[in-house]
């Protein structure tokens, strides 16, 4: 099945309004359906869904989209992911599903289906067995750590906590006897593979390691992270490796457990380690999730947009965890999501002072915790010069250049705590983004009229509100007119896909740009001919001036060479098409 297909069958059989409703009441409101927002904090309904078109809108946060949109949103899931679980639904078979993987790469995609369900059963039989190992004899010094850090039970059986065995092939046996593909799993880095001496021999990568698994929304096991136990020469934590299931950058550690949580809370609580992860939930802040050793990532910001408008940073207080934080409040602040920092007493992490003060001595840190932006304005001005301090409000302003609500929002902020005027930073922001031009006059804004960027707005607007008639703008010459790189690449795209998939090929802000001109505020999709005609002819009679101009460009070109029958030729030409234009 193609892609393209799938999609189709799957919004056939499965409608936006019926998948919303286990998440919002809708209620009728004319032509549409309306609710509270899931993706933001409000009161009143500024969420609305258009059934002919299947796509929603909010008036209040502009989270927008078709039913993957919404699934993906709501649930933290990529684009795959929603495709795979929502085809489950539908009863649509994905087993043989072409995703546009270059034929050169050795496998199909029947092939990569088949090793994807292979690499989850493996890793499902590391972790039962690592549970096991961990029940059993050979579990004893791990248990005796786990009591000593005051994780109880209900967390160990809850989060599957297990032990990988300090012998070399424990878990090679396992799964040779279960009849897996050992190569395959080297390949997902389950286990480890040695060539010393020409001789290849697999290894259990974990071994020795308290293991904490690793679980998509789905629920399913697609990597470990492990805690070295007694030999403590060897790294201190050691995680699976990007594969086929997983990818660190994407992923949260206890989303799975979180989610539900987070959304009854409204908000997040987001540390560093496992074993803060595991005791906050334990002590109550079943909202929390962790990063998986790395710095926050956009990809995971995006996951968690999909839960809550709202994070509490947990960093330790010292100058890493600072940076961390400050670097964190500059992914979440720009994506629309208000966020506060915690940063815990030096020579702490959130395990011991829960363990060691309680939870009321926590309330009160969470009380006391600024709001990321005035977070990062006492950082910059207590530990960085002026001059380093104004780069970093420009860099973190560069990124908000298309989102004027957002931009002047924190424009204003940044160039009075800094003692800048608004001019002169707003100028340092636009001068530095290449090929820029002001707020709001980006590709994702509205406008009209004008022969600049506001008639290359028009232009893509109506592609992005039917285009199935892009061919015609083609034939009209309406490229000419694009004057930016976004609006170019987004013309081409326009070109390369199927009307009907063209958004799954747009990035964030061109999904934006998309989403506004056909949903919100926009006018019904009822007066094709009505946007149409009058566009095509705006695009001819520029084509005809740009003629004129050029004849008459050629002309002063021509002048004083003493070619007369040149010159009367431009002057024909020039009447000519003055008298097209009069017409």
């Known amino acids: 099945m193609q892609k393209r297909d799938a999609i189709r069958a799957i919004k056939e059989r499965l409608k936006l309004v019926d998948i919303a409703r286990r998440y919002v009441e809708l209620k009728r409101n004319g032509l549409r359906w309306m609710a509270p927002c899931p993706f933001h904090q409000e009161t009143k309904p500024s969420f609305s869904i258009n059934e002919d078109t299947g796509l929603f809108y909010c008036f209040g946060c502009q989270a927008s989209g078709d039913l993957f949109d919404f699934y993906g949103r709501i649930n933290g899931l990529d684009f795959r992911e929603c ?22 790469d050795g496998a199909g995609p029947q092939r990569r289906h088949s090793e994807r369900q292979q690499i989850l059963r493996m890793y499902e039989l590391a972790a039962a067995h690592y549970a096991q190992n961990l029940a059993g004899a050979g579990g004893v010094a791990c248990r005796a750590y786990i009591e000593r850090r005051g994780v109880d039970k209900e967390q160990v059986e809850r989060f599957g906590l297990g032990y990988a065995l300090p012998e070399w092939r424990d878990l090679v046996d396992v799964l040779r006897r279960s009849g897996c593909d050992e190569s395959l799993a080297v390949k997902s ?101 962790g ?4 710095a926050l990532t956009s990809e995971q910001v995006k996951r968690l947009s999909g839960f809550t408008s709202q994070v509490t940073l947990l960093f330790d207080g010292d100058t890493a965890g600072r940076k961390a934080a400050q670097r964190a409040c500059g992914l979440l602040l720009p994506r629309g999501i208000a966020c506060k920092v915690v940063l815990l007493p030096h020579g702490q992490d959130v395990d011991e002072l829960l363990h060691g003060q309680g939870g009321e001595a926590f309330e009160k840190l969470l009380a006391a915790a600024p709001d990321g932006l005035r977070f990062c304005l006492e950082t910059v001005k207590r530990h960085m010069a002026p001059r380093e301090a104004v780069i970093w409000a420009r860099d973190f302003l560069k990124d908000l250049v298309e989102l004027p609500e957002l931009y ?25 983004q290449k090929g820029a ?13 004008g022969t600049g960027l506001d008639f290359e707005r028009q232009i893509l607007r109506f592609m992005a509100r039917y285009p199935h008639r892009c061919q015609d703008l083609q034939e009209a010459g309406a490229d000419v007119f694009l004057r930016t790189s976004r609006g170019r690449n987004l013309w081409k795209k326009f070109f390369a896909h199927p009307a009907d998939e063209i958004q799954y090929h747009l990035d ?21 001919e009505g946007e149409r005609v009058p566009l095509l002819r705006k695009i001819a009679a520029l084509h005809k001036r740009m003629v004129s101009s050029s004849v008459a460009a050629a002309l002063r070109g021509a002048a ?24």
């Open 83 to 104: 495709l795979e679980q929502l085809a489950v639904e539908a009863g649509i078979e994905l087993g043989t599903l072409q995703d546009g993987s270059s034929a050169g």
């Open 189 to 289: 880095g389950l286990l480890g593979q040695s060539n010393k001496g020409g001789y290849s021999r697999t290894y259990d990568r974990f071994r020795g390691r308290l293991i904490f698994p690793i679980r998509n929304l789905s629920n399913q096991v697609i990597a470990f992270g492990g805690r070295i136990i007694g030999n403590e020469d060897e790294a201190k934590y050691i995680n699976s490796a990007d594969s086929t299931i997983y990818k660190k950058g994407d992923q949260l550690y206890a989303l799975s457990q979180a989610r539900r949580h987070i959304a009854v809370k409204g908000t997040v609580l987001l540390t560093e380690g496992y074993m803060d992860v595991l005791t906050l939930h334990q002590f109550g802040y079943e909202h929390a999730v």
């Open 291 to 294: 990063v998986l050793g790395t």
């Open 408 to 432: 002047y929002q924190f424009a204003s902020s940044l160039a009075h705590a800094l003692n800048l005027s608004e001019a002169e930073l707003k100028g340092g922001v636009i001068a530095r």
């Open 437 to 449: 031009v002001a707020p709001g006059k980006g590709i994702a804004s509205s406008g009209a009229g």
């Open 508 to 528: 964030e802000q061109e999904k934006a740009f998309w989403m506004r001109c056909r949903t919100g505020e926009a006018p019904p999709l009822d007066n094709e």
């Open 560 to 583: 004083g060479t003493d070619d007369f029958t040149a010159d009367m030729e431009y002057i024909v030409a020039l009447r000519e098409t003055q008298r097209t234009d009069d017409e």
